[in-house]
């Protein structure tokens, strides 16, 4: 059975940073691009960032570009995000998910249960 | 950007009922690139339909989708009472990928 766990979030001030984690297990992780997707009441789903199943290739939404970095270690079956020069904007809930297409283009299949980032002084 | 637009915002059916669904994309788009989630109250996004008729594993044949260019539907022949919930449609074939705002279907 496919999971995928995020851990890491909280309450951070404006201007702060924070990292975001994703344990995946049932799967060959090292095989998958993965995301991070996040969900706010004003602006509902939003994809976030990709990154390739070897590392080599990541991609952002403009929004986060230049403030958010996407890494994984295939070793630890895990996925990251850190999040620097956060805005309130941001705050929302995170998931992680696998996306099921090599190309990387694709939906998504399985998702997190997600975790809370809140973004306030 | 592609902007997808669903309608309506609210649905109030009964079980039993049929419910149909409407997401429209602001330019046209690959049937093989649009996808269906379902979403309940404090739960993630659960993928029910990929390139616009595929249902994913695990998903009911009362779940089905259909459409093209820039009009798909998602059709529940049957509603049951667990797919009171929210459903988003998703483009994937430009990037980057983006999401239409929900239609909720609740119970009349």
């Known amino acids: 059975e496919v999971q995928l766990v995020e851990s890491g979030g909280g309450l951070v001030q404006p201007g702060g940073s924070l990292r975001l984690s994703c344990a995946a297990s049932g799967f060959t992780f090292s095989s998958y691009w993965m995301s991070w997707v996040r969900q706010s009441p004003g602006k509902g789903l939003e994809w976030v960032a990709n990154i390739k199943s070897d590392g080599s290739e990541e991609q952002y939404v403009d929004s986060v570009k230049g403030r958010f970095t996407i890494s994984r270690d295939n070793a630890k079956n895990s996925l990251f995000v850190q999040m620097n020069s956060l805005r309130a904007e941001d705050t929302a809930v995170y998931y992680c998910a696998r996306i099921p297409i090599p190309s990387g283009s694709g939906h998504f299949d399985n998702w997190g249960q997600g975790t809370l980032v809140t973004v306030s002084s | 950007e592609i902007v997808l637009t669903q309608s309506p915002g609210t649905l109030s059916l009964s079980p039993g009922e049929r419910a149909t669904l409407s997401c429209r994309a602001s330019q046209s788009i690959s049937t093989s690139y649009l996808a269906w989630y379902q979403q309940k109250r404090g739960q993630a996004p659960r993928l029910l339909i990929h390139?616009?008729?595929t249902r994913a594993t695990g998903i009911p044949d009362r779940f089905s989708g259909s459409g093209s260019g820039t009009d798909f539907t998602l059709t529940i022949s049957r509603l049951e009472p667990e797919d009171f919930a929210v459903y988003y449609c998703?483009?994937?074939?430009?990037?980057?990928?983006?999401f239409g705002p929900g239609t909720k279907v609740d119970i009349k």
């Open positions: 998703q483009q994937y074939h430009y990037s980057p990928p983006t």
């Open positions: 390139g616009a008729s």
